[in-house]
Each structure stands twice: as structure tokens, then as C-alpha cells.
């Protein structure tokens, strides 16, 4: 019987944010200076941010445990990690759409998107 050991989160994370910068700066690059707010470049980083900050968290609980005889701490801290998430996702739009700040909502959206298939993509690959 093979041992899963834990998946390299800070790697993780670092691809993550790696690709949020990738994005961002492709965006200001080609993004004209003639654009009045909203900038897309902000809100690509905030749709990126809003995606990886609550996924870091959910990492965070939910790979401190391993090992069968920690099974129910292991079931408790992924429930934990996962209400977690979904309530920093809805704090962090929430945030976003009542500051004063000039935000794209289709920027905000797609950037949000891609760095949930990048989160989806990096677990099938490290699942392997």
C-alpha cells in the first residue's frame, strides 16, 4: 500500500502566483493610456487575488492532517477549509464591488476564472 505524501503547496502557490503576474502585466502592457478607470489590470489582479487567497487558506487546513488514524481530524479540517473558502470568496467580491475603487466586472471575472482552471489543473497534475 502506497503512501500519498502532501501535495507541494508553496509550490503551488508560487505557480499561482506567477501566472496572476504573467496576466497583470500582460494586461497593463497592452492596456492604452488613454483608458479612464476602471483599469483591467486592477481588476484582473483582484479577480487573481480573490481566487488564490481563499484557496491558500483552504490548503492551509486542509493538508494539516494525514494518516488513517487521523481520518476524522483529516474530514473536519477539509469541511473547515472548504466553508472557509467560500466565505473569503464572497467577502473578497463583496469587498471589491462596495469599495470606491473602478472595477471591470468581465476583467474581474475572467481573471477569477483562469485562476480557478489553473488551481483545477495544478491539483490533476499533482494528483498524479
Known amino acids: 500500500m502506497a503512501s500519498r505524501s502532501k501535495p507541494p503547496i508553496f509550490t503551488w502557490l508560487g505557480i499561482e502566483l506567477v501566472c496572476l503576474a504573467l496576466v497583470v502585466g500582460s494586461v497593463w502592457v497592452i492596456e492604452p493610456d ?8 486592477m481588476s484582473c489582479l483582484f479577480g487573481g487575488l480573490v481566487a488564490i487567497i481563499p484557496h491558500t487558506y483552504f490548503a492551509g487546513l486542509a493538508w494539516r492532517f494525514a494518516g488513517a488514524r487521523a481520518a476524522r481530524a483529516v474530514v473536519n479540517s477539509f469541511y ?49
Open 34 to 41: 488613454s483608458v479612464e478607470p476602471p483599469r483591467l489590470w
Open 80 to 128: 473547515r477549509g472548504e466553508s472557509g473558502k467560500f466565505v473569503l470568496t464572497l467577502v473578497g467580491f463583496g469587498l471589491i464591488f462596495v469599495s470606491p475603487l473602478p472595477v471591470n466586472p468581465l476583467a474581474l471575472f475572467v481573471s477569477y476564472g483562469l485562476m480557478l482552471a489553473l488551481q483545477i489543473g495544478l491539483a490533476a497534475r499533482f494528483a498524479r
